[in-house]
């Protein structure tokens, strides 16, 4: 089991860029695939990004790729979201994810994780 606390959220203006952190703590933290996730209000929970438990795969949404990077620091216990030139449609709660894995792939639904952190909140103003 792996318990999750994402960290690093904020208020930021359009252009801005902020670093999510989750931090994990329990066993085997290697063993699991990592995705980011958001819920803005009055939508469901959709896919941002994801890595695999080697950092040697990783996933974006199209909403953020080009903007956004996933990684991960296996020795830290931690999986960062680094998000750049941010936009108010970025507004929303952000939750860090975790899988039980030995695959490469990414799962991008939101039932495919066990674990789930408190998550965070980015808002983007305009």
């Known amino acids: 089991q792996v318990q999750l606390v994402e960290s690093g959220g904020g208020l930021v203006q359009a252009g801005g860029s902020l670093r999510l952190s989750c931090a994990a703590s329990g066993r085997s933290f290697s063993s699991y695939v990592m995705g980011w996730f958001r819920q803005a209000p009055g939508k469901e929970r959709e896919f941002v990004a994801g890595?695999?438990?080697?950092?040697?795969?990783?996933y974006y949404a199209d909403s953020v790729k080009g903007r956004s990077a996933i990684s991960r620091d296996n020795a830290k216990n931690t999986v960062y979201l680094q998000m750049n030139s941010l936009k108010p449609e970025d507004t929303a709660v952000y939750y860090c994810?975790?899988?039980?894995?030995?695959?490469?792939?990414?799962?991008?639904?939101?039932?495919?994780?066990?674990?789930w952190g408190q998550g965070t909140q980015v808002t983007v103003s305009s």
């Open positions: 890595i695999s438990w080697s950092g040697g795969t990783t």
């Open positions: 994810a975790a899988e039980y894995t030995w695959g490469s792939s990414i799962p991008l639904r939101s039932y495919e994780y066990d674990y």
